[in-house]
């Protein structure tokens, strides 16, 4: 059983800058495929990024490509997602997510272990 504890969201002018950190416990971290949703006010929850095991391989949706980064720190059983020129448009509640494996990253239903958000807002 995996839990994951999702912190530093809140909220910025666009064009500024927001560190999100996953924290997680149980399980073995460094054996899960490690990824990023948002899910902004009455829409889907859609993904953002994801991380393989060692951070190898990053993959992120097109709209956030050269502004967000995401990466993990085995040691500290904790991800993280670096958000740089945010605009409003990123609004969303963030959650952090945990797969068995290697599932197919821009699925949420391919996830495992789930936390439970934190609110980014981004003001115009």
């Known amino acids: 059983q995996v839990q994951l504890v999702e912190s530093g969201g809140g909220l910025v002018q666009a064009g500024g800058s927001l560190r999100l950190s996953c924290a997680a416990s149980g399980g073995t971290f460094s054996s899960y495929f490690m990824g990023w949703f948002r899910q902004a006010p009455g829409k889907e929850r859609l993904f953002v990024a994801s991380?393989?095991?060692?951070?190898?391989?990053?993959n992120y949706v097109n709209s956030v490509k050269g502004r967000f980064t995401i990466s993990r720190d085995n040691s500290k059983n904790t991800v993280y997602l670096q958000m740089n020129s945010l605009r409003p448009e990123d609004t969303a509640v963030y959650y952090c997510a945990a797969g068995r494996g290697r599932p197919a990253f821009w699925n949420a239903d391919e996830y495992d272990y789930w936390g439970q958000g934190t609110q980014v807002t981004v003001s115009s």
């Open positions: 991380i393989t095991w060692t951070g190898g391989t990053t």
